[in-house]
């Protein structure tokens, strides 16, 4: 971990290393990147679940559904929170999954 476990107290990483060696990891630094990478996979399941949940509820794509709303000149507020919510989802799914092919390359 090079410099960054120079912020790491001593008696933890005395402690902490041999696990990690027990745990199959050759460093500080695999572990904390392994665990991370699981972090953001929850969080990505989670998003995937959101949109999947949207796309099932109206049958078709976010941007299909955008088109869907443009073309209607009533408002429907259930529709359009359901769009906010829906876009915020796979817009940050997106970014999820960028950091994750980051992370991947570190």
Same mark, same amino acid.
């Given at each position: 971990?090079?410099?960054?476990?120079?912020?790491?107290?001593?008696?933890?990483?005395?402690?902490?290393?041999?696990?990690?060696?027990?745990?199959?990891?050759?460093? +500080? #630094? %695999?572990?904390?990147?392994?665990?991370?990478? @699981? $972090?953001?996979?929850?969080?990505? &399941?989670?998003?995937?679940? /959101?949109?999947?949940?949207?796309?099932?509820?109206?049958?078709?794509?976010?941007?299909?559904?955008?088109?869907?709303?443009?073309?209607? +000149? #009533? %408002?429907?507020?259930?529709?359009?929170?359901? @769009? $906010?919510?829906?876009?915020?989802? &796979?817009?940050?799914?997106? /970014?999820?999954?960028?950091?994750?092919?980051?992370?991947?390359?570190?």
């Amino acid at each position: 971990m090079g410099k960054e476990a120079g912020n790491l107290d001593a008696a933890f990483l005395r402690k902490v290393r041999p696990v990690l060696r027990e745990m199959g990891f050759a460093g +500080e #630094k %695999e572990a904390l990147k392994e665990q991370v990478l @699981l $972090l953001l996979l929850s969080k990505i &399941s989670r998003y995937e679940a /959101e949109c999947a949940f949207f796309e099932k509820k109206y049958g078709m794509s976010l941007e299909e559904f955008v088109k869907h709303l443009e073309s209607h +000149e #009533k %408002e429907d507020f259930e529709k359009e929170d359901d @769009l $906010l919510d829906w876009r915020f989802a &796979s817009e940050t799914l997106d /970014e999820l999954k960028q950091r994750v092919q980051e992370i991947e390359r570190a």
